[in-house]
T-cell receptor, first 112, second 115 residues
Framework: GNSVTQMEGPVTLSEEAFLTINCTYT??????LFWYVQYPGEGLQLLLK?????DKGSNKGFEATYRKETTSFHLEKGSVQVSDSAVYFC???????????FGAGTILRVKS | DAGVTQSPTHLIKTRGQQVTLRCSPK?????VSWYQQALGQGPQFIFQ???????QRGNFPDRFSGHQFPNYSSELNVNALLLGDSALYLC??????????????FGQGTRLTVV
C-alpha cells in the first residue's frame, strides 16, 4: 500500500539557518504530495502541495519539488525563523480520492 | 467564514465506555474525513463520509463507526473504548467534485483520554 517516510527529528536549528526535511514515498499511480504543519495545540494546516511530477509547491518561503524518479518530496527553507517551530508532516493522497497517508512527522525547533 | 469545528476539545472516558465526537465542516464542503493521531505519530485515516454514506475506510475495527447528517456535519462513535484509543481525533472537510476531492481543511481536533 501507499506509505510515506520522513526524517526523524527533532531537528534543531538556529534562526536564519537553512532547513531540509527529507520525505520519500511509496505509491501506486500518480499521487498528490503535501506538506502539513501542526503548531502546538492546533490542528493541521496545509503548507504546500504538488500534484504531478516536477511540480514545485511553495508557500511562506518553504519549497518542495515532486521528484518521481527518486520518489521524494523534500521540504526546504532558506532562512528559518523561531515562529517556524512546529511539527511538519509529509503526506500523499491517491489518484482517486482525498484519503491522506501521513508520515510520522518531524519536530522542528528554531533557536533565537 | 468558520472553518472546521470539532467538539468537544477534550474529554476523558473510562475503558469500556462509548464516546461520540462531532464535526462541522467548513462552509461549502460536503465531505468529512476522520483521522486518529496517536501521540508522536502522524494521523491515520479512519473513514470518509460523503452524501451520508461511508465512502472509504481505513484499517480500523468495527468499534469505530460514523454518521453524516443532511447538513454535512458528522459524528465519530467509538464503542468499548480501549486504553489504546487515547489520541487526538482530527476531522477534515473537503469538496468532492468530479470524483476527486479538493484540499482538505482540518479542525483543531478532540483530545480523547481513556483511563
Amino acid at each position: 500500500g501507499n506509505s510515506v517516510t520522513q526524517m526523524e527529528g527533532p531537528v534543531t536549528l538556529s534562526e536564519e539557518a537553512f532547513l531540509t526535511i527529507n520525505c520519500t514515498y511509496t505509491a501506486t499511480g500518480y499521487p498528490s504530495l503535501f506538506w502539513y504543519v501542526q503548531y502546538p495545540g492546533e490542528g493541521l494546516q496545509l503548507l504546500l502541495k504538488a500534484t504531478k511530477a516536477d511540480d514545485k509547491g511553495s508557500n511562506k518561503g518553504f519549497e518542495a519539488t515532486y521528484r518521481k524518479e527518486t520518489t521524494s518530496f523534500h521540504l526546504e527553507k532558506g532562512s528559518v525563523q523561531v515562529s517556524d517551530s512546529a511539527v511538519y508532516f509529509c503526506a500523499l493522497s491517491g489518484q482517486y480520492g482525498n484519503k491522506l497517508v501521513f508520515g510520522a512527522g518531524t519536530i522542528l525547533r528554531v533557536k533565537s | 467564514d468558520a472553518g472546521v469545528t470539532q467538539s468537544p476539545t477534550h474529554l476523558i472516558k473510562t475503558r469500556g465506555q462509548q464516546v461520540t465526537l462531532r464535526c462541522s465542516p467548513k462552509s461549502g464542503h460536503d465531505t468529512v474525513s476522520w483521522y486518529q493521531q496517536a501521540l508522536g505519530q502522524g494521523p491515520q485515516f479512519i473513514f470518509q463520509y460523503y452524501e451520508e454514506e461511508e465512502r472509504q475506510r481505513g484499517n480500523f475495527p468495527d468499534r469505530f463507526s460514523g454518521h453524516q447528517f443532511p447538513n454535512y456535519s458528522s459524528e465519530l462513535n467509538v464503542n468499548a473504548l480501549l486504553l489504546g484509543d487515547s489520541a487526538l481525533y482530527l476531522c477534515a472537510s473537503s469538496l468532492l467534485t468530479g470524483g476527486s476531492d479538493t484540499e482538505a481543511f482540518f479542525g483543531q481536533g478532540t483530545r480523547l483520554t481513556v483511563v
